[in-house]
């Protein structure tokens, strides 16, 4: 299982053919895949960075291992639904396969859309800072994003439309193509640096989570119109990842927009306080009123003269 890339333009490697092989390990009858590898390194590193970068964002490793442990396999579940549900007419026909995930199909805004949706119920529950922490996770998803895209180098896909540009990408000896994945990659890692040190001064909660929504659906919204494999919209023409990532970043950069000439921010999180103790009666006596202190002394000494 094996893919020969090239690029028969792009000087000093024009004339080197790559041979690609997919399968990192065999075990007799059992292999593991790069793709799988890739993904796994990038969740990884991305886990690292996003728990040494955790307190100041207002929480700790600890409290993150406890996320992860709850959003990662939600999400691969999220990335699955969405590929399925886009590509219904073949799974309907052939519901043996929607549960065959490592024969491919999955979906990244399926995974960002159940990511989020996990965090903010993980959030809700422990009573955590939602945004604080949707600003961290997205540092760590652009980390995973733009390591991952080089699977897709691996399995020779997510690439785009046919191209006369130097660096025109040929598989297995086809026409040189746009190398869509690597687009997206470079785009990601460009994203990551400029928000990583962008987050050291974030002016509101919820800041870096808008600048990545943002960001990513600007450059996939271009991208994906080069692509050869996008899920459509019904029979139509249109691309639902490009209309996604379009009307995402638009709606982000106008939430951005108005924060910033409003100054009207998102206000600061407050943890939930403790519910009141209940009211306990104390067995000390009350303290008495000075008009109580006199009844008490005339009636004693009414008892005296009696």
Not at 88 to 97: C, F, L, Q, R, V
Not at 167 to 172: A, E, P, V, Y
Not at 217 to 226: T, V
Not at 255 to 265: E, I
Request: charged content about 20%; hydrophobic content about 45%.
């Amino acid at each position: 299982m094996s893919n020969s890339i090239s690029f028969p333009k792009l000087p000093f490697i024009y004339d080197k053919v790559f041979e690609i092989d997919r399968i990192a390990l065999s075990f007799g009858s059992f292999s593991i895949k790069w793709y799988g590898v890739i993904l796994a390194l990038s969740f990884v590193i991305a886990a690292i960075y996003i728990m040494r970068r955790s307190r100041s964002f207002g929480t700790n490793p600890d409290t993150l291992v406890d996320m992860l442990l709850w959003t990662l396999p939600i999400s691969v579940i999220g990335a699955r639904i969405y590929f399925v549900v886009h590509k219904w007419d073949y799974y309907s026909a052939n519901p043996g396969e929607i549960y065959r995930i490592w024969n491919g199909g999955i979906a990244i805004y399926g995974a960002v859309i159940a990511g989020v949706v996990t965090i903010w119920l993980f959030c809700r529950r422990r009573r955590l800072d939602i945004l604080s922490m949707l600003d961290l996770c997205v540092l760590g998803l652009l980390i995973g994003q733009f390591i991952g895209r080089w699977a897709n180098f691996i399995n020779a896909e997510a690439y785009g439309t046919v191209t006369g540009l130097p660096w025109g990408m040929s598989i297995n000896g086809g026409e040189p193509v746009h190398p869509t994945f690597f687009y997206e990659s470079f785009w990601n890692f460009i994203g990551f640096i400029a928000l990583h040190f962008y987050s050291k001064r974030r002016r509101f909660r919820g800041e870096i989570f808008l600048l990545y929504i943002a960001w990513y659906g600007l450059g996939r919204a271009f991208i994906e119109g080069l692509r050869t494999d996008s899920l459509y919209i019904g029979s139509t023409d249109i691309r639902v990842s490009q209309v996604l990532a379009a009307i995402s970043c638009v709606c982000a950069a106008g939430l951005l927009v108005y924060f910033h000439v409003s100054k009207k921010y998102p206000r600061e999180f407050a943890p939930a306080e403790a519910a009141p103790a209940e009211t306990v009666e104390s067995e000390a006596p009350a303290e008495e009123t000075p008009a109580e202190e006199s009844d008490k002394e005339a009636e004693a000494d009414d008892s005296d003269n009696n």
